[in-house]
């Protein structure tokens, strides 16, 4: 709902973000964003991770520079980190040598903040914010949520005009993130604080629609715009109501239709190539999940939210989950629903034995990466290879870290698969079974 | 009785009106008498002085105490240089990947250098630019101690700063704080417990080499600074063990009181610093911290200073900040490479100059004898290494093993690193000369005699951390006493092990300079070995053996560095680190 009569905050335009890789030309991590700030909204970026929604985050109070586009703020092109933008970082990011106050005070005493002025006001923010008491604390003697409440407390009593949330409440547990956000939204309602907008990143579709007028639906690899949503609930919102369960069902379709339906072998190649960024998940998550859409009650078809219950997550934990299942043609996701494939019922009521077996033909077949490992050390004669050999390969598509990443989780389901031994000390790759040497 | 209450001002109304405390009355005067002293013995140290002539020294024990304390006052100012190069080096080499390159080799190499063997080139340079005053020479001891602490201290900054999250840096920039309060709010206080920690273990080295650089002899002439290194140096020529008896008590008493007026405080407060999100059990107390924290006037003092410190801001922050840059940010690749060329090319151009130098005075037969000396060397340096492991891991796993002894120990072992192993060497002397002994041989342990304590220490805090559950696994398998040691113990303690072995070794090293050559009254004891012929060298002025003496023992401990420890150390951090 573009309203163009109000005029915008903080606007992206054609924002692109690409990281050097080394040796070869450069990872898209964000690709032609446009967006709008308005005042007096709060807008969420709901996205799984490496979507680029916290690179995103990050543009846009000049903490990082875009390699495209520009960020404007106010009508200003934003090239440093911009005064009226502060941040409430994921894991707080507080100073641990510095008390409660003291870190509170920090952006006050940047600004040149006289210290009677200074304490004055953050002991408003304290009691505010509800650390009252805590003043002389050490972030280490608080829980995580006190400690979020000292992130709050120092982002806002700079009266920022724009507050970042960087996965604010991820680190805290539910009732604590709870909690933590209704206050938050208290005092946003009320206008207790000054801040005109909140821009929050987030991968869990609840919070987002607990507290956002639009949210914006990222697709990873390159960060894209998927979807634009308003929503046009009253607060406070209630997570029970038809229409609040319903916008959660269509975000969740939104969010899952990256699978294509009925792909063909050839374009699914063409989309998940050797570089594809394998989730990490563990063989005993996807064996739990397999097993619980397996029950008799359920038949092979199961609902998500009931799905993350049994399993004691929360709805997004399961993504990729999934996205690891359906990788490996064991389950699908359809709509609100995961189905359970021909060959995850095999394989999930097979022995240990017959589930390897399973596991690594789909593997070979399903994941490019496991293919190519395994063909490169079939035709070396000695039938080992270093492991820089492929972290290489993978950093033509990825950051380094990426690959670390991606590479640690091939090595970990070629493993159970016995499709390859891995030396952790000398780091080489083999087809030898494990043990063999040692006996 | 309200009344009489109502007449003593509560702690509050104390702290508004600015009535002293009894914690006050404790300090004050202390600090004050710190600060007169100090400034005392500085006037003393820029007396006036030509070169050559003698300074009274007197075996009266009378003096130690004001020896003493000129003494302590060179270890300070040298850990003040220590610390203010630390800040400059440390951040230069975080701020830009250029800069690391050139400067953290050469970190590495100057941490090989014996320190003893370049004093009598810089004690000429010192003289020369402070002419006609005592600062000379007291500059060069300076710089000698200087040199034994700075280096691993700014290793220890930099790496503090590389390990540094980075949202801190985010915060610091979303809340725009200036490069300069970014350091002192952020990168130091990070950087804090380790700095401290690395200070100490410099310092406890560093008293060594104050006792060695105090009397100075160059081309025949003898500088001796008033300092409990000279009093010993003296007591030596007289022969006169009752004296080396005072020195080694003055010595005992003024490490204790450095500790703990000094070290067990920074310790104690440096605790608050760590990057630590839950508390740790124990932490460390201090009672002379507990006092400057309580003091008034202290407490004032510091906040005035705080806000001092950050009031000053450069006058275009922001340019400054954008200049100086984030530590460990990317250069580009092709500007890298012509800069790493050019430092290479320079460097190449240096080495070969100072070979041409070297070649020209020295014939090419001795040059190929220092390196055997070096050999020579090298090899006492390694079996000491072996004897003192084999005596030490046992005796370091026995005490880290029992929580109780390990508390007692570590202070005790800390203090004997800390004590100056050169005011033992007459006493070896001695014995060497009245049993008749084998000099090559029975030199030999007076190298390792401060440094093994390194081995012992590392050993203990690493048995002390082997985990519970582990000790009690083992012990649930029923692992017999080898099976423990070869599956548990050893490589549990192998990476701390690691680390006291190449402190031990370096230190041996810069030791093997004044313990090859020992002597007592007019007895001379000498060992064939490298550090030996450059203190012949030095004794002789011969600047171009110098040089060649100390670029060998160099070469050596480079080599001996990367070859060994640094395999070892590798294999310790990815294999034996319990995680």
């Known amino acids: ?439 | 009785m309200p009344s009489i209450r109502a007449m003593i001002p509560s702690q509050e109304a104390r702290e508004s009106i600015g009535l002293p405390n009894r914690w006050d009355v404790l300090v004050m005067p202390l600090v004050l008498a710190l600060l007169f002293l100090a400034a005392w013995a500085m006037r003393q140290m820029s007396a006036p002085y030509s070169w050559g002539s003698p300074i009274a020294i007197s075996l009266d024990p009378a003096y130690l105490p004001y020896y003493a304390l000129r003494t302590t006052l060179r270890m300070v100012l040298a850990m003040a240089c220590s610390l203010l190069f630390t800040f400059v080096y440390g951040s230069a080499a975080a701020r830009s990947a250029r800069a690391a390159v050139i400067l953290i080799p050469l970190l590495d190499i100057l941490q090989s250098v014996p320190i003893l063997g370049f004093l009598s080139i810089t004690v000429v340079g010192f003289i020369r630019l402070f002419k006609g005053s005592l600062l000379g020479p007291e500059a060069a001891a300076i710089f000698a101690i200087f040199t034994s602490q700075a280096w691993n201290m700014a290793f220890s900054f930099y790496n503090s700063l590389r390990m540094l999250p980075k949202n801190l840096y985010q915060v610091a920039d979303v809340f725009h704080l200036s490069a300069w309060a970014r350091f002192w709010k952020l990168e130091v206080p990070f950087a804090m417990p380790g700095l401290v920690w690395n200070t100490m273990m410099s310092a406890s080295g560093g008293w060594f080499f104050v006792v060695a650089s105090e009397a100075i002899s160059v081309s025949g002439k003898t500088v001796m600074l008033p300092g409990v290194g000279s009093y010993i140096a003296l007591a030596i020529q007289g022969r006169n063990l009752t004296a080396i008896g005072y020195a080694i008590v003055a010595m005992l008493v003024v490490i204790v009181l450095y500790d703990q007026l000094l070290f067990r405080p920074l310790i104690a407060w440096s605790d608050k610093f760590k990057f630590e999100l839950s508390e740790s059990e124990a932490v460390p107390n201090s009672i002379v911290l507990q006092a400057l924290q309580r003091a008034r006037f202290l407490r004032k003092l510091r906040a005035w200073l705080a806000a001092a410190l950050l009031r000053w801001r450069p006058r275009r922050p922001r340019g400054w900040a954008e200049r100086l840059g984030h530590p460990f940010r990317r250069a580009t690749a092709s500007g890298d490479r012509v800069w790493s060329s050019t430092v290479l090319v320079l460097s190449g151009v240096s080495l070969f100059a100072l070979g041409h130098y070297i070649a020209h005075a020295v014939p090419v037969a001795e040059i190929g004898r220092v390196f055997l000396l070096g050999l020579a060397t090298a090899a006492r340096v390694f079996i000491l290494i072996v004897l003192a492991s084999l005596v030490w891991v046992p005796v370091g796993v026995w005490i880290g093993l029992r929580p109780r002894w390990t508390q007692k120990a570590q202070p005790i072992v800390l203090f004997l690193s800390a004590f100056p192993a050169n005011l033992l060497f007459p006493l070896a002397v001695v014995a060497i000369t009245t049993y008749h002994l084998n000099t090559e041989v029975w030199l030999s342990p007076l190298m390792i005699l401060g440094t093994q304590w390194y081995i012992l220490f590392n050993v203990i805090s690493g048995a002390a951390a082997i985990p519970n559950d582990l000790k009690e696994a083992a012990a649930n398998l029923g692992l017999r006493r080898l099976m423990v040691w070869r599956r548990l113990i050893l490589p549990a303690i192998f990476p701390a092990y690691v680390t006291g072995g190449l402190t031990a070794s370096g230190g041996a090293w810069n030791a093997s300079v004044v313990s090859e050559i020992v002597s007592w009254g007019p007895t001379r004891l000498t060992a064939t070995g490298l550090g030996a012929y450059i203190a012949q060298q030095t004794a002789a002025g011969d600047d171009a053996r110098i040089a060649l003496g100390i670029c060998v023992m160099s070469l050596y401990v480079v080599i001996i560095n990367r070859l060994v420890w640094n395999k070892l150390y590798r294999f310790a951090q990815s294999r034996l680190t319990l995680e």
């Open chain 1, 1 to 439: 709902m573009p309203d163009d009569s109000t005029p915008s905050l903080l606007e992206l335009r054609g924002i692109s973000k690409s990281f050097a890789a080394p040796d070869k030309g450069s990872l898209n991590v964000l690709q032609d964003i446009s967006l709008a700030l308005r005042p007096g909204e709060i807008v969420a970026v709901l996205g799984k991770s490496g979507c680029g929604k916290s690179t995103l985050l990050r543009i846009m109070c000049g903490l990082t520079r875009p390699s495209q586009g520009e960020v404007l703020y106010r009508g200003e092109r934003v090239i440093g980190p911009a005064p009226g933008i502060t941040m409430v970082f994921q894991t707080f990011g507080l100073f641990p040598w510095l008390t409660v106050l003291q870190n509170v005070e920090l952006g006050l005493e940047a600004q040149g903040v006289a210290p009677a002025e200074r304490r004055r006001r953050a002991l408003e923010a304290i009691d505010m914010i509800g650390l009252d008491g805590f003043e002389s604390a050490y972030p280490k003697e608080l829980s995580g949520g006190m400690r979020q409440r000292v992130g709050f407390a120092r982002a806002l009593v700079v009266n920022p005009d724009i507050l970042l949330m960087d996965e604010a409440f991820s680190a805290l547990d539910v009732p604590t993130a709870e909690s933590l956000r209704n206050d938050l939204l208290d005092l946003w309602i009320e206008r207790l604080i000054p801040t005109r907008a909140i821009v929050m990143v987030s991968h869990n579709i609840e919070e987002a629609l607990l507290l956002a007028n639009r949210i914006f639906v990222f697709d990873s690899n390159p960060g894209r715009v998927k979807a634009e949503l308003n929503i046009p609930l009253k607060y406070p919102r209630d997570r029970e109501s038809p229409l609040f369960r319903q916008m959660v069902d269509r975000i969740y379709s939104i969010m899952t239709t990256a699978i294509v339906p009925n792909e063909t072998d050839a374009l699914r190649a063409g989309r998940i190539g050797i570089g594809y960024r394998l989730p990490s998940v563990t063989v005993a998550q996807m064996t739990g999940v397999l097993e619980e859409v397996n029950l008799p009650a359920n038949e092979g078809r199961v609902e998500l939210a009931e799905l993350a219950a049994s399993q004691q997550m929360e709805v997004d934990d399961l993504f990729p989950i999934l996205e690891a299942l359906e990788l490996l043609d064991f389950c699908r996701v359809a709509g609100r629903e995961v189905i359970l494939a021909r060959h995850g019922k095999a394989f999930v009521e097979a022995d240990i034995r017959q589930r390897k077996v399973i596991f690594a033909e789909h593997l070979i077949k399903r994941v490019p990466l496991a293919g190519h490992i395994r063909r490169v050390l079939n035709e070396r004669p000695a039938q080992t290879a270093p492991e820089q050999r492929f972290l290489r390969e993978l950093e033509d598509y990825l950051s380094e870290e990426e690959a670390q990443r991606v590479f640690s989780v091939i090595i970990d389901w070629g493993r159970y698969a016995e499709l390859f031994a891995y030396d952790y000390n000398a780091g080489i790759l083999s087809t030898e079974n494990p043990g063999e040497e040692v006996a």
